[in-house]
């Protein structure tokens, strides 16, 4: 169902998840973001699968791609882990 996205370096210490599409830009800044963090995460394309398009929406409240999720805890979008970032929190959360 989800492809292991894995950059090489790191391997976070909680699990990382992506709902997104092949086409979407956010979700390709959010990626190139993460693979700068080196950690791996599972990338769910909601096209390929269109059932988790429904629960990415249903657990995120939100229908925009890409949904994000560090561990138990849903981040949001592109903008939100970018934010994460600008306040210097994400790497805490992704313990790397
Ligand atoms: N501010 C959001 C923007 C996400 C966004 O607009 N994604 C587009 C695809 S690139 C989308 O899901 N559009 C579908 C819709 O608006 O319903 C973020 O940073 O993630």
């Known amino acids: 169902m989800a492809d292991l996205h894995d950059s090489g370096k790191n391997v976070a210490a909680v699990k990382v998840i992506m709902y997104a599409t092949g086409w979407c830009p956010y979700c390709r800044r959010a990626e190139s973001l993460l693979r700068d963090k080196g950690v791996a995460f599972d990338w769910i394309d909601i096209e390929d699968h269109p059932g988790r398009r429904e629960e990415m929406m249903r657990l995120s409240g939100r229908r925009t791609v890409p949904q994000i999720w560090i561990g138990e ?24």
Not at 81 to 89: M, P, R, V
């Open 73 to 96: 805890q849903h981040v949001g979008g592109c903008d939100d882990l970018f934010a994460l970032e600008q306040s210097g929190q994400l790497d805490a959360m992704l313990s790397v």
